[in-house]
């Protein structure tokens, strides 16, 4: 019932930023919650960045201060900014949105690479 489409990701040398956009698409939307997961081969999916209908906002340790994540209920979609960015935030980001009728619905991901 929902789909999710994630744009804004590359390459970007360290320092750098990256905004990337997630659209969701469906009938009858009841997303209370929006958030940016990313997952590193060998290692589990860990939760970046998360924001309610409240704006309400969460953030893993190893990117407050550097990591913005917003929305705009227009049109639907999450945005995170990403400034300084570091090697370490190399990975496949996913966009998430959780339903409260359905559940939660999963983006295809987008490749971030920092490096020189």
């Known amino acids: 019932q929902v789909q999710l489409v994630e744009s804004g990701g590359g390459l970007v040398q360290p320092g750098g930023s990256l905004r990337l956009s997630c659209a969701a698409s469906?009938?009858?939307?009841?997303?209370?919650?929006m958030g940016w997961y990313r997952q590193t081969p060998g290692k589990q999916r860990e939760l970046v960045a998360t924001?309610?209908?409240?704006?309400?906002?969460n953030y893993a340790d190893s990117v407050r201060g550097r990591f913005t994540i917003s929305r705009d209920d227009a049109k639907n979609t999450v945005y995170l900014q990403m400034n300084s960015l570091k090697p370490e935030d190399t990975s496949v980001y996913y966009c998430n949105a959780f339903d409260i009728m359905t559940g939660s619905y999963w983006g295809q991901g987008t490749q971030v690479t920092v490096s020189s």
């Open positions: 924001i309610t209908a409240g704006s309400n906002t």
């Open positions: 469906g009938s009858r939307l009841r997303i209370t919650a």
